[in-house]
Structure formats: C-alpha cells, structure tokens
C-alpha cells in the first residue's frame, strides 16, 4: 500500500532535501498520477500544512514562466526525525528516486 | 520588477493561507452550535424524548450523529478523489493516533458533553468551551509549544467566563453540577483530542483524518458503547422512527464541516489558534439555544459567554494588532 500523499510529499524532501512544487509532483506522478486527488492546488495545500507545522519550511520563490509562484522547500530537522519515526524503511528507499 | 511581483504574489499567498485557516476556525465554531443546537431538537422527538437514564440519549445520539457524519465525509472524499488515502492513512503510526483521538474525542467527549447538556442545558456549553485551555495547556507539554503571556492571559480570561457561568445554578436542575462536571470532563478530552490530532494531522491530509474520526467514533459508540449501556433498543427505535434520524442526519452534517475545518485550522495556524476560534460555538450555541429551544437568558450566562470568547479571541490574536498600520 503506498504512504498517504502528505506523507509522500515529506518522505520526498527527505530524500531529495529540497525540491520545487513541480518537481514533488513529477516524482510522484507514478504513483498517484491517475488520482483525482493528483492536482497542484492539492500538493501546494501538502506543502504549507507541512511548512505550518514546522516539518519543512519555504527554501525560496521565484515566478516560473507561466507567471505562476513557484515554490522551494526543504525538510526541517523535525521533518527528518518525523520521516526516520514513522515511515517504514522501505518506503524510504522505494519511492521519490 | 520580476522579484518584486514574486514577492507580492507570496504575500498573497502567504496571506490567503492564513485567511483560510483562520475562517475554517470561525466556520467550525459556528457549525458546531448549529450542531449542539439540532441534536436537541432531535431529543425532542418521540422515542428520544421520553427514554429514560441518564446516558442512553447522548451516546444514541451521538453514535448516530458521528457515523453520518463519517458517511458525509466519505461523500466529500470521494468527490475529491480521496478514498483510497482512508486506508492509506489508517496503515501509518500517524493514522492510529487519529483513531486514539477519535477514541478520546468521540465517545468520551461527545458523550459527556451531550449527557451536561442534558442535565445543565446551555449551561454545559461554555464550560465545555474551556477545552482551547487543555488544548493549549497539553500542547505545551506534549508538543512544546510554549504559549506567550497573550495567550495565558486569554486562557485565564476563558476561565473567569467558565466560573461565572457556574456562579448562580438555575433552580429546578437536581443534577446540574454532574451535568457540568460531564461538561468539564468533554473539555478536557477535547482537549487532548485537539494535540493528538494536530500531531497526526500534521503529515495527514486532515480531510481524511477527520473522516476517519468520525466514522470510528461512531461506530465504536454504537457497536460497543450503546450496547453495554443497554440502549440498543432505543436507536432501533430512533431509526425506525424516522424524523429524529432525519435530524441527526442534519446534524450530523454540521457536525463534519465543523470538525473538517477544526481540523483544518488547527494544522493550518496551530492547535492554539485553531482550538480557540473553534470555541466560539459557545457564543453560538448560547444563542441559538435561546433563540429556538426557549432557554432562559440569565445575566450570568450573557457575561460568562461574552468573556469566554473575548479569552478566545485574546488567545488567538493581539487586539492591538488591528490599531496597528502595515509598516
């Protein structure tokens, strides 16, 4: 069974550190691609319920091309400890390459 | 000129995220009057009203309550493409503590607070209300979020509002203060809930978190605790008798949007904030509990209300924010 998306979104800047918006979505698609949930204002919604709750936290923003905000974040150190407590250890090896 | 309009559209987006989280406060507050206020009306209905004991009408009605709300809930994820993330989420750690909270927060809590309500009337509702304290008092010890001298202040005022509620009894309630003690012991559980929540919720969508929160917790009032307390026979009834479900299925619809955006404001602007706008449905429920159930207003019960949620309001923001200008 895969990780709930919030939980993915988190387990992939564990992996990767920091990452864009786009960047989450794209390594993700594979696997919650042909969701309905699978949209940006849903994964923009991820990220700053994770930044409010200090699991990760804005790294930087620039506007992309299409004149829209794209959004920088990287993992906090709670997010980290969070990730190594609850995520089983093959999910952290599994997804978001 | 590009950095400059990145940045404006940040603060726009910065500002509509608080903006929401702090409505999906104030809409949870006042849904949750309207929802104390249905699940009295439905009391008033045959074979509700006159089943006799203590317990039996609360945990009948809000198992009842709970579960449709759950299946409302479940109708809102399915349209946004959710479902399968139920499964997904019960399978985590984070996932099981919502469960523990819907355990603690559904039939503890709703069950004592629906039997205070049963036994002190409106009465029961602000001193239920006191739950932002625990929430804020359990946060700091669990989750050590350390409240400022604002909130604490806020959080004294919340129970200066409590105790002048409970300063003259009305006459003609023997069991008023059970009835308020099941309300403080609803505030506490609440309480707990709220951190136990925000700490799950925290890498959960909270939509789903609260669907699961729902449906748990009535099904585990109506499967194990509605039998134990031998009320079986009274909710076969209310089904069987139609308008009272009718009504508990109203209520139980105020009943999700009030938990999915309590939920919602608590992981959005914190388990303080959130906590403390989401009590404003003491003021509601006050309100509409005069309006349509013919409660009495006594000058007490108008005090104690207007300083609960002026606490509220203290714990959430600085008053002297709004005199303010943007620098």
């Known amino acids: ?97 | 000129m590009g950095n400059s309009s990145a940045n404006a559209k940040m603060q726009q987006l910065n500002k509509k995220f608080r903006v929401t989280g702090i409505s999906s406060g104030v809409i949870s507050g006042l849904t949750y009057g309207i929802y104390t206020t249905l699940v009295l009306v439905a009391g008033l209905y045959e074979p509700l009203v006159s089943a006799v004991g203590l317990l039996a009408v609360p945990f009948v009605t809000s198992g009842l309550n709970d579960f449709l709300a759950g299946l409302w809930l479940l109708l809102y994820n399915g349209g946004k493409g959710r479902l399968k993330e139920l499964g997904r989420s019960l399978n985590t750690f984070p996932g099981k503590m919502v469960v523990v909270g819907a355990l603690i927060g559904g039939p503890v809590a709703n069950g004592a607070y629906l039997a205070g309500l049963a036994m002190a009337g409106a009465y029961a509702i602000p001193i239920s209300a006191t739950c932002s304290l625990f929430g804020a008092l359990f946060a700091w010890i669990f989750l050590k979020q350390k409240p400022t001298k604002r909130v604490v202040l806020g959080m004294v005022i919340c129970v200066a509002g409590a105790i002048t509620i409970n300063w003259v009894k009305p006459e003609g309630s023997p069991n008023f203060t059970i009835g308020i003690i099941c309300a403080l012991v609803a505030a506490v559980s609440w309480g707990l809930e709220g951190v136990i929540s925000s700490y799950g919720g925290s890498m959960l969508d909270t939509d789903v978190a609260v669907n699961i929160r729902e449906l748990v917790s009535g099904a585990v009032t109506m499967i194990v605790v509605v039998p134990l307390i031998a009320a079986f026979p009274l909710m076969a009834a209310t089904v069987k008798a139609g308008v009272p479900l009718l009504i508990l299925g109203l209520s139980g619809l105020s009943a999700a949007i009030s938990f999915l955006c309590w939920y919602k404001a608590n992981s959005m602007v914190g388990c303080a904030i959130g906590m403390s706008l989401n009590v404003t449905y003491a003021f509601w429920g006050v309100i509409f509990c005069v309006l349509f159930l013919g409660e009495v207003l006594t000058p007490t019960i108008v005090a104690g209300s207007v300083i609960i949620v002026l606490g509220a309001v203290i714990v959430t923001m600085n008053p002297l924010d709004l005199l303010k200008k943007e620098a």
Do not use: W
Not at chain 1, 65 to 90: A, C, F, N
């Open chain 1, 1 to 97: 069974m895969l990780l709930p998306a919030r939980t993915a979104v988190l387990n992939f800047l564990y992996q990767a550190g920091e990452a864009d918006i786009d960047k989450i979505m794209e390594a993700l698609k594979p696997m919650y691609g042909t969701e309905k949930q699978f949209n940006k204002k849903m994964f923009m919604e991820h990220a700053m319920s994770l930044e409010a709750n200090g699991l990760a936290e804005m790294k930087s923003y620039e506007l992309g091309q299409d004149g829209e905000l794209m959004l920088r974040y990287q993992i906090t150190d709670d997010g980290r400890s969070t990730v190594e407590k609850y995520v089983p250890v093959t999910f952290r090896r599994k997804e978001g390459k």
